[in-house]
């Protein structure tokens, strides 16, 4: 034996791989173990020891034996060690020589041996087509054939190798089923990032959702700018990996498709609270709305935590791997994603559906039924935040959070399994193709020439749709905690800005802009607030028989079509069909317009009933439901959207301050569409406010949606609602007034302030008249709608807006209503009102004192006197009688400037009367007489018919300012000038400006009435009986005719 101690190798190698070489080996070269050396060794162009040198320090002497006996092995040792004493030294210095050049060159040559025989990597097989069997590519051969696989072990050895040690060191399971991947992968992993073990922490912004500035003005009466950012993600409990978890396993019933499972967290029912390898993650959460002038400004911080004890997700891969391309794979490119996804074929350049190159064939998330939501403010403007743990344990009583996360899961399995996913992995492929180095281009599959589209599937919109309706649900409890209890504020002042209050229209006196502006408005204010009978026969405010008489349709609802055909996106077709406002003809109180001030006015208003219901179509191109959608020859389904409030109550205070001027000189043409009047009035408007808004409810009677949800969604919606209301429904309702007077107000404001400044900014948003029309107006276009002038052969073109063709709508439905006597209900809404302001007599009108007097003198035939008439204290009564149907303003069939218009007076029991005194007196030589009588003449069923030529130029008439729109004599104005002659009599054209083309007038029955108060003359008596008597109301009716009908004549004359 040979002994050395205190040894020390110093040594050098040079090793000189060939870099080219190496990176040109075949990856399907290297999947046999056996070949793994002879590959590397085949890049080796050099590889020898270039320094080898070993000293020592001592050096034990050998001892020797086995021979004949042990005298001879000690003689032998004796002497060995003796010879070995002598040369020790020397030994031990020749030592680093002897290996440097002798050892070294030995070794170099047995290396060179080496490489030289095994250095030849075995070429890959040749060009396998098809795709990789995952079952003969990850299991050992036996396991392989059990599978389905060839279990030939066609792709190599090393895989399974790999995969039976990934098995048994990272997936083994200790007595608690906890995999040792924790242990020795994820505590060390996690531990490094975040310093704790099974913790991950990512510090910073995640998301963020940054409006800085919005940009459309409009919506700066909301927020000035909004953010929402996710931050500072947690999670913990990773290190809780279980079993059953299986990673790339193979589906024994196909080639192509893995299967993996990966548990996470409890095995079995403990408390979340106590148990530190549930599932958490928690982060931040910023809602900021800014804005000064904003209601809604908020900066809410909070921190939500999702606790989950045990999580399972099972996913099922589909992918077809190329074997040339796997096999070829060179290890240059070993590190490069794009050549690894090249390797996947597309389903977009094969033709082939079932050969998709990456294809979720299954996707599920089970997570345990304990699963908790936790939420604290971090810093909250909105202090009710801090109690919304309270909200969330709502929604986890009425399986809301379960059901969210359910179609969540169910979505997100959809999408992933859907065309549009497989679409973007296809031209992932083809573009990772491209990129890929060893991958000539040419021969690279060919770029797809279109992708699917995303599609929305109809589960996808059905859970839209449930998260919608119920989440408005949840915002509305959010809001009426923060205002339940809050005070309502007093009514803010409006400052008014840019004008000298002179300047401004005194709403307590609109007789100074029109002169019956203040009866009008007292007028429309009675009506509108007054009990009033239907056409029904209902004892209604007047408010809801104006509406029942316009645009309430026979069950009191006022529809709104919409002409939007909405949009078409992802698949999904929306479009908008009405919106329909429910209980316009339930109003319980309607004051409106009650001037508080110059510039304020208050409202009150009550309705026994108010919503809105919304009717939209919608459509999903779901290919599963492609059949159906065929036999359905209209493929919008319709649904409905609906809220119902019930005895609803709005008090508003309104401060308006409108230019005079402005008003006044307001053009005609400008508002001739009731589009344009909101704008023409804000270009008038140096300030405007709501002072004051306070709505309350009565009860929330409905909200609902109906149609395209799936009967289980439809129950589910229900139910939520059904249970806000038993728990939240009275402390919204008690919300209401602050909240209407809180946030809606300031908001509304907010836009008001944007349409008023819009409106300067602009330089008036107020419309100049067309100046294109320059002929003469006609009224078929301007008062009936399209299809009634065309009948009458106008063009029905809107050319002059349609707000005279509501007003002529509006007059027609007013006028054409009567009473059990035959009367127009004119009668009661103008009439009685108009004349009982003028004389506090219904119906009557009193013109008191001396309205005619002249005293002249006579000489004639000898007779000489002077005669005084007067005739005084004039009265028209029973002015409220006229009949229906009552005609005004009737366009006339192939006539621009003809209106037809026909009335009856005294209709019903009492008679047209016209009365006044008369006084005659005269003194002559011979004569004196003093007669002071009352003269009086009644007219029973008098009817007129009239026939109204009236030119008016478009031009004059688009110009018209509203200040003269009562003066006839600027209406006179607008008309073309007749030429007359010296005598005031019409030459060439006779129907031309206005003209009286036709008109009769006829009574029934004409009474003449005489009451003498002081007469002289007796004769007067007699005539007194003999008129009151039958053969004197013949005489006076047929007289009475001749009269109307020589007026008639006359009016109709050239002068």
């Known amino acids: 034996a040979f002994t050395a101690n205190d040894i020390e190798i110093d040594f050098t190698i040079l090793l000189a791989l060939n870099e080219m070489t190496l990176g040109t080996i075949q990856l399907g070269s290297m999947l046999h173990t056996t070949n793994i050396l002879p590959c590397l060794f085949s890049a080796i162009d050099k590889a020898s020891f270039t320094g080898l040198a070993l000293t020592v320090t001592d050096l034990v002497p050998p001892t020797m034996t086995g021979f004949l006996d042990r005298g001879i092995d000690q003689i032998m040792s004796s002497g060995a060690t003796a010879l070995f004493n002598m040369y020790e030294k020397a030994l031990i210095r020749a030592m680093p020589n002897f290996f440097q050049l002798f050892v070294r060159d030995v070794i170099n040559d047995y290396i060179d041996g080496v490489v030289s025989l095994l250095g030849k990597c075995p070429d890959t097989k040749p060009p396998m087509s098809g795709f990789v069997d995952f079952r003969d590519l990850f299991l050992d051969p036996d396991d392989a054939l059990a599978s389905g696989g060839s279990g030939d072990a066609p792709y190599g050895n090393v895989i399974p190798w790999i995969m039976d040690i990934i098995d048994d060191q990272l997936f083994s399971a200790d007595e608690s089923g906890q995999l040792s991947v924790n242990e020795l992968m994820v505590r060390p992993l996690t531990k490094s990032q975040s310093g704790i073990e099974g913790s991950l922490h990512f510090n910073g912004t995640l998301i963020d959702l940054n409006k800085r500035q919005v940009t459309r003005k409009i919506w700066t009466s909301f927020a000035d700018n909004l953010r929402l950012r996710l931050s500072d993600l947690h999670l913990s409990g990773l290190d809780s990996m279980r079993v059953p978890t299986e990673i790339l396993s193979p589906k024994s019933s196909s080639a192509h498709t893995l299967e993996n499972k990966i548990s996470i967290g409890v095995t079995e029912n403990v408390s979340i609270t106590d148990n530190s390898d549930s599932l958490r993650a928690s982060f931040g959460f910023e809602l900021l709305v800014g804005g000064e002038n904003s209601p809604l400004a908020m900066n809410n911080l909070m921190d939500l935590e999702l606790i989950v004890p045990s999580l399972d997700i099972l996913a099922m891969l589909r992918a077809t791997v190329e074997v040339d391309r796997l096999m070829k794979f060179p290890l240059k490119d070993i590190t490069n994603v794009d050549c690894w996804i090249s390797t996947l074929w597309s389903s977009k350049n094969s033709g082939i559906e079932s050969d998709a190159g990456v294809a979720i064939e299954y996707l599920n998330m089970v997570l345990d039924d304990g699963m908790m939501v936790n939420a604290s403010c971090i810093s909250c403007t909105n202090q009710m935040l801090n109690q919304f743990n309270s909200v969330l344990s709502f929604l986890e009583d009425q399986e809301w959070i379960s059901n969210i996360r359910s179609r969540a899961i169910l979505i997100g399995s959809q999408l992933s399994r859907g065309e549009w996913v497989q679409g973007m992995i296809a031209k992932q492929i083809d573009s990772s193709s491209r990129r890929c180095p060893h991958l000539n281009f040419e021969n690279s599959m060919p770029l797809a020439q279109k992708y699917q589209k995303f599609e929305t599937t109809r589960e996808m919109v059905d859970g839209v749709l449930y998260g919608g309706m119920t989440l408005v649900q949840v915002i509305a409890i959010v809001m009426a905690q923060k205002h339940t209890g809050v005070d309502l504020p007093p009514p803010v002042d409006i400052v008014v800005s840019g004008a000298d209050k002179t300047e401004l229209i005194d709403l307590t006196d609109l007789g100074s802009i029109l002169s019956w502006g203040d009866m009008v408005l007292d007028e429309a204010r009675t009506y509108l607030g007054g009990v009033v009978e239907s056409k029904r026969g209902e004892q209604v405010l007047g408010i809801t028989n104006l509406l029942q008489s316009l645009i309430l349709d026979d069950d009191g609802l006022l529809n709104i079509p919409i002409i939007d055909k909405g949009f078409i996106a992802g698949g999904v077709e929306l479009s908008l069909y009405n919106v329909t406002l429910v209980g316009l003809d339930s109003f319980a109180k309607f004051e409106v317009l009650k001037t508080s001030g110059p510039q304020a006015f208050g409202n009150i208003i009550r309705l026994d009933k108010f919503g809105v219901t919304l009717r939209m179509g919608l459509s999903v191109e ?39 001027e402005l008003m006044r000189s307001m053009k005609l043409g400008s508002i001739l569409s009731i589009d344009n009047i ?45 249970a806000v209301f038993t728990n939240y429904k009275p402390m919204i309702i008690e919300s209401l007034p602050a ?31 067309d100046e294109s029309l320059t002929g003469i107006v006609d009224f078929r276009d301007l008062f009936l709608s399209q299809s009634k002038s065309v009948a009458l052969l106008g063009s029905g073109l809107p050319k002059y807006g349609d707000l005279f063709r509501v007003l002529h709508s509006f007059i027609d439905d007013v006028i054409s209503a009567t009473n059990d006597l035959g009367q127009s209900n004119i009668n009661d809404l103008i009439i009685s009102k108009l004349t009982d302001n003028q004389s506090n007599s219904t119906g009557a009108l009193f013109f008191p004192g001396k309205l005619f007097g002249q005293e002249f003198d006579i000489a004639l035939n000898g007779l000489n006197a002077v005669v005084e008439i007067a005739v005084s204290d004039v009265r028209l009564s ?25 009335v009856s007076v005294g209709v019903g029991p009492d008679a047209l009367r016209v009365s006044f005194k008369l006084f005659v007196a005269g003194e002559g030589d011979d004569v004196k007489i003093s007669n002071e009588l009352e003269l009086g003449l009644s007219l029973k069923n008098l009817s007129v018919i009239l026939e109204l030529l009236a030119e008016i130029e478009e031009q004059a008439f688009f110009s018209f300012p509203i200040k003269d729109i009562l003066d006839f004599n600027c209406w006179m104005a607008t008309m073309p000038t007749p030429f007359i002659d010296k005598f005031g009599i019409r030459i060439g054209s006779p129907d031309t400006g206005l003209v009286l083309r036709k008109i009769a007038m006829a009574a029934a029955e004409a009474r003449l009435d005489v009451n003498c108060i002081s007469c002289s003359s007796s004769v007067l008596l007699d005539i007194s009986t003999y008129l009151s008597s039958d053969d004197g109301v013949t005489d006076t009716t047929d007289v009475a005719n001749r009269i109307f009908d020589y007026g008639t004549k006359l009016l109709r004359s050239p002068l």
């Open 739 to 769: 909240f209407t007077a809180t946030v809606v107000r300031p908001l509304l404001n907010n836009v008001l302030q944007y349409f008023m400044e819009k409106a300067k900014r602009e330089g008036g948003a107020c419309r100049e008249p």
């Open 678 to 722: 909101s704008s023409c009035l804000f270009s008038t408007i140096h300030a405007i406010g709501i002072q004051k808004l306070v709505m309350t409810l009565g009860n929330i009677d409905e909200f609902s949606i109906a149609g395209f949800v799936s009967a289980a969604t439809q129950q589910e919606i229900d139910d939520f609602t059904a």
């Open 878 to 902: 029973s002015l409220d009688s006229i009949g229906a149907p009552i005609r005004l303003l009737q366009p006339v069939e192939g006539e621009a400037s003809i209106l037809n218009n026909s």
């Open 622 to 660: 779901d290919p599963n439901t492609e059949q159906l959608r065929r036999l359905n020859t209209n493929k919008l389904e319709t649904i409905t959207v609906s809220l119902i409030f019930k005895d609803v109550e709005i008090d508003t205070s309104v401060m308006l301050a409108l230019d005079r």
